[in-house]
Nanobody
Framework: QVQLVESGGGLVQPGGSLRLSCAAS????????MAWHRQAPGKQRELLASISYGGNTNYADSVKGRFTISRDNAKNTVSLQMNSLKPEDTAVYYCNAQISSAWGTPSDDYWGQGTQVTVSS
């Protein structure tokens, strides 16, 4: 059993910052790609940023230069530093990870429960 638990969401004013964290726990052998997604009401889920085990990152154009993804492989965590937040960043944010539970087994896709981020004055 593997769990991803997000924290750090909340209400912030436009131009402000928030840091989201996600911790993976349970039967973990290795964590491959980790990522953050978001889903606003009435919209499709959007991939924001991803990071490989070795630290290679990719960002959606909508957050490039404002958001920074990072991970701590020793702690099985991934974070998203969000700066210069805009009202259109309001959404539920989800972490996602590809995790294998044993040597030689394929990875499965796991999701956190989501954390609400609201950007409003």
């Amino acid at each position: 059993q593997v769990q991803l638990v997000e924290s750090g969401g909340g209400l912030v004013q436009p131009g402000g910052s928030l840091r989201l964290s996600c911790a993976a726990s349970g039967n973990i052998f290795s964590i491959y790609l980790m990522a953050w997604h978001r889903q606003a009401p009435g919209k499709q889920r959007e991939l924001l940023a991803s990071i490989s085990y070795g630290g290679n990152t990719n960002y959606a154009d909508s957050v490039k230069g404002r958001f920074t993804i990072s991970r701590d492989n020793a702690k099985n965590t991934v974070s998203l530093q969000m700066n210069s937040l805009k009202p259109e960043d309001t959404a539920v944010y989800y972490c996602n990870a590809q995790i294998s539970s044993a040597w030689g087994t394929p990875s499965d896709d796991y999701w956190g429960q989501g954390t609400q981020v609201t950007v409003s004055s």
